[in-house]
Structure formats: C-alpha cells, structure tokens
C-alpha cells in the first residue's frame, strides 16, 4: 500500500472507533490479526474474535472514548507498516472486563503510539504502545509511586510487604 492508501485505512480506523462502529473496525482488519496492548492484562488478542471482545470491553469502560491522531503518521517504504501517534480522551464510567476494574467517573488523557502491520489492504498487527503509569493515576487520582523526597507510594508500599512475605516465606522453607 501507498501512504495514501494507509492514510486511508488508519482514517477509517479512527472513524470506527469515534463513531463506535466495531462492525467497520473489524471489516479493517485481517482474520489472523494480532493487538497487544498494554491494558491487556493477559496477553494479545489473537484472531478477530478476541480482537472485537477487547474492543467491546474498551468501549464499555470508556463509552465517550476519542482517539485523534497526532502527525506525524511514520509509513515504511514498503507500506506494510506503519507508526501512528495518537491521543486517547475517554470517562472510565463503565467496568473494565475481563480483569474487573470498577468505573471511577474519571477523565483520562494519554498519548501512544499504534505500530501496525498491514497485509493485503487489512491491518494484521496492533502494538499499542503508552505509558500506563500517568492513565493508572488519572484514572485512580492516586499516585502510585513516591514524590521525590517522599519514603513511601502506593506502589512501593505493596512492594515492601509482597518482599517481607517472600522472606518470611524463604525462612520457613528452610
């Protein structure tokens, strides 16, 4: 494909998502496609079927999610990949599947990247890329790690009783 051609398909894309049209994401897609995530908490979605069920759990989480492109759209000379920037503006009101995590009424506003694969005019592989520690405390209003200076964060709190309980459990199986 031609960056025309890729603009075109990644256009539609975003207009699928916008407009809540899982029907038209999925006709973008390949049968074979792949999305990894960093959301997904239990690896990529495989095949089309796991791919519409995390974009469901997506748009039930975050019902007013939008996506906007932030150019510049990277196309490789071969036109099978390509690297998209974008932000994401979404209200968690819904709960979060499969993990569970309840709606907070919480705007979150993050920038990523999507690399993705394209083959024979189909998208066969998402990587979503973000960095989830500033959606985690958007969406949380918590700060997990310690302000500079500070002796304890959420994050390093939990992980000072997850260390304790691993020693404590070493020297009982001695």
Not at 24 to 41: C, G, K, N, Q, Y
Not at 55 to 75: G, H, L, N, Y
Not at 125 to 135: G, Q, R, S
Request: some cysteine; glycine content about 6%.
């Amino acid at each position: 494909m031609n960056e025309n051609e890729i603009r075109a398909l990644i256009n539609g894309v975003i207009k699928a998502w916008n407009g809540r049209d899982l029907d038209r994401f999925m006709s973008l897609l390949d049968e074979t496609v792949s999305w990894s995530d960093p959301a997904m908490l239990y690896g990529p979605a495989v095949g089309k079927a796991a791919v519409r069920d995390f974009a469901e759990s997506v748009m039930k989480a975050f019902p007013d999610f939008t996506m906007a492109i932030r150019e510049p759209i990277c196309v490789s000379s071969s036109g099978e990949r390509c690297a998209i920037p974008w932000v994401i503006t979404a209200t968690h009101t819904g709960r979060f599947d499969p993990v569970g995590f309840s709606p907070t009424n919480q705007v979150i506003r993050m920038q990523g990247v999507d690399l993705i694969d394209v083959v024979n005019s189909k998208i066969s592989k998402i990587e979503t890329l973000f960095n989830v520690i500033p959606a985690a405390e958007q969406a949380l209003r918590l700060k997990p790690f310690p302000k500079e200076g500070a002796k304890r964060g959420v994050i390093v709190t939990i992980q000072r009783v997850r260390a304790w309980w691993l020693r404590c459990k070493t020297k009982s199986v001695k």
